[in-house]
């Protein structure tokens, strides 16, 4: 068992910067795949970005390339998401997730993949 505890959100204006955290307690932090999803009111809850076990390999979904940028530090068991220009479209319920996985260089881009979630953090961006 593994619980995540999200941090770093608020409101910013747009075009300004934020970075997110993700706190891992409980079970080691290595062996699993992280994730950063986002829900906007009325809308599904979307990919924005995974890390690999290592570090080594990340993706971001094509809305926030260029923009954010997900990293971890094992060491403090902790996941980052660090969100530049952010506009009126970035609004939304940002979540962590994990999932349990041997392989060090696995990604997971869909919910479903994802075995543990954090309870969320709000972002805010004011035009």
């Known amino acids: 068992q593994v619980q995540l505890v999200e941090s770093g959100g608020g409101l910013v204006q747009a075009g300004g910067s934020l970075r997110l955290s993700c706190a891992a307690s409980?079970?080691?932090?290595?062996?699993?795949?992280m994730g950063w999803f986002r829900q906007a009111p009325g809308k599904e809850r979307e990919f924005v970005a995974g890390?690999?076990?290592?570090?080594?390999?990340?993706h971001h979904a094509d809305s926030v390339k260029g923009r954010f940028t997900i990293s971890r530090d094992n060491a403090k068991n902790t996941v980052y998401l660090q969100m530049n220009s952010l506009n009126s479209e970035d609004k939304a319920v940002y979540y962590c997730?994990?999932?349990?996985?041997?392989?060090?260089?696995?990604?997971?881009?869909?919910?479903?993949?994802?075995?543990?979630w954090g309870q969320g953090t709000q972002v805010t961006v004011s035009s």
């Open positions: 890390i690999s076990w290592s570090g080594d390999i990340t």
């Open positions: 997730a994990a999932k349990v996985t041997p392989m060090l260089l696995l990604i997971a881009t869909t919910r479903e993949e994802y075995d543990y």
């Open positions: 409980g079970r080691t932090f290595s062996g699993y795949a």
